[in-house]
């Protein structure tokens, strides 16, 4: 293996690579934060609003559950852009130029939402219903509630899942390679069919996820931690 | 609990802004996300570079356009295109029929024949006979991928369809294929390179069907996107006339790629 | 690594079955199905006839896929879990490595992996090219197989692991006292309450490998995902041929999801 290959200046490709770890990390966390938003809206949603939106962010998570990343992945990857243009056409405005790190986001970010929604939902209902009640005795408004009640008590519950949605969301910006997106494992790709060094690239660009998913693993245990603070603890 | 709020309102607020962080656009030139040397492949610093790329910038600079390369994946360029990703497709893509109900073309800029590859050890003739109960790997929506399920489907065994030229050549070399039909110039690229030495060689042009490999090689261009095309067109002539084409030229090939 | 079981992920439950006749209901699906035939009438479906015979061999071979490699994957999972729960320490450092790893990366990079590095790799060697396994190496759908199997494996290891460790101890103490061999006990009381409480999970696990197939078609398996890519770009239509995909995979879904329903009304538990 000619380990030369990797150096990070070229002739090596080492830095491209880090480079495609740079946007893939981007669109993790761009992902991963607009999948919260998402999340935190769809299991408020599901939980207090009315029939129809229930149903429709029923809808919405069965699907995204039941229809494969990639499918999804190309299917928003060229109709978001063609959506968000039609709208602006609808109002009179002129079409976006929407960079393919943003359609990333947005793809890995409407994906995540889907079990962001129900990773928070179940938390929500973890939370003994006394606690909210007694918020709402004190005559907090519904959002202040959400703040200062219901997030904060709903975390130790959530933390497992939305850290495990993390991993997943490292994982599936590898999908956008599909279409072309200059991430990790389509630049590591690229690297191999460049210098007919197969092995080396993509055992390097497997050393850099597991990385990524080992620091993570860490940094997950300390939120954990102390996301439990307080907490009894389970036998 | 208030830094989780403010994350959150944060990545809303990323979301919005690079979405929303729309410019005085230059043309975006949609590139096949892939090693297609000599034409377009990425370096080891990570920028496009190849013949194409060369004539990309002279015909931008003749045209007085600021262009730029945005990588998509090759059978995903005509969605991007018709989905307004990019604004032009710069990827070595034939001007057909078939392709000209969905997009338009600027005139043609090269034009190559197309031919097979196979192992040194086996000797065969480029058409349906040489092939016969043979694996051919071509690359997916290519005018080669058309040509062999026109000419080549009776007589081969199977014939598989690659994301990217450049696996189709691997898996030559990896002997899963018995040959590759492409692009002549693409062919040689990989067959002077080390890996392609080592094992294959050219077994001939085919022969030409224009209904099916079209007339020359264009910049794809949206449908009623005249101006674009009006430009590009002046550019690509005067840069023939005046002498910038014949000069980059020169650095890849040997004889005139613009062919007849 | 976490060690919760709840690091699985949530997998897909179907709603509880409620009236479906309520009026919001009614007036929704009023509105989906006016979407649906929109869709059908307004967008271009005659290339259908044509890949029709394509697209079922697709499915079929997708299926194949999915059952084959999900039914090898438990066989290996088992003792993946078995060896993290009380193998001799390599055994165990071996098998946590493996499914940390395995669950640490992108598939399709291992795919890529298997299928552009070592089959390469492979080629070099006359022996292997000589031997009766060359024309099975030669093809995609062993490293398609391999891969997919690895990742059921490792995903579905880490279940068994919980899954082993959970059962009660005191059923093997009573398995102990009525005199049996640590193999007997094993056979007759370990592994079947193991199996039995990992089989909840093993629907939602059976849904991920089902959306994790379409991966193969980037290594050439023709399967519903590459039959409806040959479409797209025989057509050049960007949203039918996906939304049609979409659709399939969704009906799958719903099949996979009410046979597992229907199979766990018949196996009694007892709720684990």
Known sequence: ?235 | MKSILKTVALAALVGVASVGAASAAPIKMGVAAEPYPPFTSPDASGKWVGWEVDLMNAVCAEAKLECEITPIAWDGLIPALTSKKIDTILSSMSITDERLKTIDFSDKYYNTPASLAGPKEASFTADAAGLKDKILGVQVSTIHAEYAQKHFKDAVSEIKEYQTLDEANNDLAAGRLDAVFADAITLDAFLNSEQGKACCDKKGDVADDPAVLGAGIGFGLRKGDDELKGKLNAAIKAIRDNGTYEKFSKNYFDFDVYGK | MIKDEATILPAYKPPKARSLLEPHRLFLMAVFAGIFACAVIYMRWDWLPKYQDRLIAGIWQTLVLLFTTAFFGFLLAVPLGLAQVTGPRPLKWLANGFCTIIRGTPLLLQLWLLYYGLGSLFAQFPEIRQSFMWPYLRQAWPYGFTALMLSFAAYEGEVMRGAFAGVPRGELEAARAFGMGRFTMFRRIWLPRAIQRSLPTLNGETVLQLKSTPLVATITVVDTYAVISKVRQDTFLTYEPLLLLALIYLILTGILVAGFRFLENRIPSRGA
Not at chain 1, 65 to 93: F, S, W
Not at chain 1, 123 to 130: D, S
Not at chain 1, 185 to 209: E, N, P
């Open chain 1, 1 to 235: 293996m000619d380990l030369s290959l990797l150096a990070l200046s070229p002739p090596g490709w080492g830095g491209v690579l880090l480079a495609g770890l740079f946007s893939s990390l981007q669109l993790a966390v761009g992902g991963y934060l607009l999948g919260l938003v998402i999340g935190i809206g769809g299991a408020s949603g599901k939980l207090y609003g009315g029939p129809i939106v229930r149903d429709l962010l029923e809808v919405y998570t069965t699907l995204v559950r039941a229809i494969p990343e990639l499918v999804l992945i190309l299917l928003l990857y060229y109709a978001g852009t063609d959506l968000v243009n039609q709208l602006m056409h609808l109002l009179g405005l002129p079409s976006m130029d929407i960079s393919g790190l943003a359609a990333g986001i947005f793809v890995i970010g409407v994906v995540q939402g889907a079990y962001s929604t129900e990773v928070l939902r179940g938390a929500i209902k973890a939370i003994p219903a006394g606690e909210i009640e007694a918020a709402r005795a004190y005559g907090m408004s519904p959002l202040l509630t959400l703040r200062r009640v219901t997030l904060p008590a709903m975390l130790p519950y959530a933390v497992p899942g939305l850290s495990n949605l993390w991993l997943i969301a490292t994982k599936d910006t590898a999908l956008l390679a599909v279409v072309g997106f200059s991430e990790l494992t389509l630049v590591t790709r690229q690297a191999a069919g460049s210098t007919k060094h197969y092995m080396t690239f993509f055992l390097a660009a497997g050393a850099l996820y597991l990385a990524v998913t080992l620091v993570s693993n860490v940094i997950i245990g300390m939120i954990e931690k102390r996301a439990r603070r307080g907490m009894v603890r389970e036998a």
